[in-house]
Nanobody, 123 residues
Framework: QVQLAESGGGLVQAGGSLRLSCAASGRTFSNKAMGWFRQAPGKEREFVASISSGGSTYYAHSVKGRFTISRDNTKNTVYLQMNSLKPEDTAVYYC?????????????????WGQGTQVTVSS
């Protein structure tokens, strides 16, 4: 069993930055790919970024070059650094742990999900 807890969300002006953190419980964190997803009001959940157990990364086109996913296996934590934020980035951001080691944008490959943290970007 893996439990995930996100933090770091908030209100920021367009062009600003935020760093989200996701603390994971469980001894198998380092063997799992991790991902970030988001869901805006009235929209379906969408993939944001994924990081493999070995540190390889994969991003959605809409955030590539602005967001950076990273992980610290010694702290069982994954991060999402978000720069140059836009109003369209406003959403609840969810951290997820996959059942595989490799990056994936497929939400169905993620077995565990956090409760989410709200990110609001004002124009």
């Amino acid at each position: 069993q893996v439990q995930l807890a996100e933090s770091g969300g908030g209100l920021v002006q367009a062009g600003g930055s935020l760093r989200l953190s996701c603390a994971a419980s469980g001894r198998t964190f380092s063997n799992k790919a991790m991902g970030w997803f988001r869901q805006a009001p009235g929209k379906e959940r969408e993939f944001v970024a994924s990081i493999s157990s070995g540190g390889s990364t994969y991003y959605a086109h809409s955030v590539k070059g602005r967001f950076t996913i990273s992980r610290d296996n010694t702290k069982n934590t994954v991060y999402l650094q978000m720069n140059s934020l836009k109003p369209e980035d406003t959403a609840v951001y969810y951290c997820a742990a996959a059942g595989i080691m490799f990056v994936t944008a497929n939400s169905g490959r993620y077995d565990y999900w956090g409760q989410g943290t709200q990110v609001t970007v004002s124009s």
